[in-house]
């Protein structure tokens, strides 16, 4: 039910899905919905320099031991492509 009701509002609002589940990830795209994650996000906030990349990666680590679901590979070259950036 509340997977129904994101897909609801995003498609009334023309709004972002963000979701870590992939049958809602896949049925939002079905319908022509922008879809995002939790990397995604942190990616965001560190092109648009709201937190660093040490606070970053920092933050990233602290999900992937709470969510071992994440993908880990993605994960390291997205910390890794924080610090080079950084220096």
Known sequence: MPDCSVLFHAQNRRG??????SRLRKEARTKGLEVHG??????????????DAVEAKEKL???IKSNPRLPKTKCSKLIESWLTKDR
């Open 16 to 21: 972002i899905v963000l979701t870590g589940d």
């Open 61 to 63: 680590e602290f999900l």
């Open 38 to 51: 939790t990397l995604w996000i942190l990616d965001l906030l560190v092109a648009q320099q709201l937190i």
